[in-house]
């Protein structure tokens, strides 16, 4: 399955950044056909490496409202759970704010975190975004697809249960536009071999598009699809 349409697509992310890493090429084709886009980043980030000092929380979230207009993301809405301490906290607080922005906003598509990373953060995300997603009577959602993250996704290798897509997305005409909304966040960027790097996201997209007859691809695991 390679095709996707959305008039309203929410995005579900721990950590700022991930939605450019994740989906960033996803989000922009989306705008580009008139879809809305929010994105909900669900923690405040870098407090876990100590970067706290001068408001360097404020100046990430500035980096991911740049990046967010780069995407054509709408609306940006964080929220301030613990730095890879979202174990800290009650699953059911994070459910519950997810669920208040489905709510709201009335999204037909979701777009998340795979249970398959590394990362604390990421797999508490995507189990609070399950559950919140949930088939109900009244839940507008026709699909739920989880992304992978770069530096997070791949090392979850030694597991049975690794991230394996069964959906991609092309985004042959969208890629320059996620590199470049990967380069508004300026303390994350790293260099080549780093799997934060430019030159390794444009690989994996190349990896992805081989896999599915494109030039480029982000590649999903489909967890829910109602059409």
């Given at each position: 399955m390679r095709s996707i349409e959305t008039k309203k697509l929410l995005v579900v992310v721990a950590h700022p950044d991930d939605e450019v890493l994740g989906c960033g090429g996803t989000i922009r084709r989306m705008a580009n056909k008139g879809a809305d886009i929010i994105v909900l980043i669900l923690g405040e980030g870098l407090k876990s490496r100590g970067q706290v000092e001068n408001g360097a929380i404020k100046k990430l979230r500035?980096?991911?409202?740049?990046?967010?207009?780069?995407?054509?993301?709408?609306?940006?809405?964080f929220e301030s759970f613990p730095d890879n301490e979202f174990d800290s906290v009650p699953i059911l607080r994070i459910i519950q704010k997810i669920e208040k922005i489905i709510k709201k906003y009335k999204p037909d598509m979701v777009l998340t975190h795979s249970n398959?990373?590394?990362?604390?953060d990421h797999k508490i995300t995507h189990e609070a975004v399950k559950v919140a997603c949930r088939p109900m009577p009244n839940n507008g959602i026709k699909q739920l697809l989880c992304f992978e993250v770069p530096s997070s996704t791949e090392w979850g290798f030694e597991s049975s249960n690794n991230f394996t897509p069964n959906f991609f997305v092309n985004i042959e005409d969208t890629l320059k536009t996620k590199m470049h909304a990967m380069s508004a966040y300026k303390g994350e960027i790293r260099k080549f071999p780093h799997p934060r790097?430019?030159?390794?996201m444009e690989a994996l997209a190349k990896i992805r598009g081989g896999q599915s007859g494109f030039e480029a691809a982000e590649?999903?695991?489909?967890?829910?699809?109602?059409?």
């Amino acid at each position: 399955m390679r095709s996707i349409e959305t008039k309203k697509l929410l995005v579900v992310v721990a950590h700022p950044d991930d939605e450019v890493l994740g989906c960033g090429g996803t989000i922009r084709r989306m705008a580009n056909k008139g879809a809305d886009i929010i994105v909900l980043i669900l923690g405040e980030g870098l407090k876990s490496r100590g970067q706290v000092e001068n408001g360097a929380i404020k100046k990430l979230r500035t980096e991911s409202m740049k990046a967010a207009e780069i995407l054509g993301a709408k609306i940006i809405i964080f929220e301030s759970f613990p730095d890879n301490e979202f174990d800290s906290v009650p699953i059911l607080r994070i459910i519950q704010k997810i669920e208040k922005i489905i709510k709201k906003y009335k999204p037909d598509m979701v777009l998340t975190h795979s249970n398959t990373d590394l990362n604390i953060d990421h797999k508490i995300t995507h189990e609070a975004v399950k559950v919140a997603c949930r088939p109900m009577p009244n839940n507008g959602i026709k699909q739920l697809l989880c992304f992978e993250v770069p530096s997070s996704t791949e090392w979850g290798f030694e597991s049975s249960n690794n991230f394996t897509p069964n959906f991609f997305v092309n985004i042959e005409d969208t890629l320059k536009t996620k590199m470049h909304a990967m380069s508004a966040y300026k303390g994350e960027i790293r260099k080549f071999p780093h799997p934060r790097s430019l030159k390794y996201m444009e690989a994996l997209a190349k990896i992805r598009g081989g896999q599915s007859g494109f030039e480029a691809a982000e590649g999903f695991q489909l967890i829910l699809s109602k059409t």
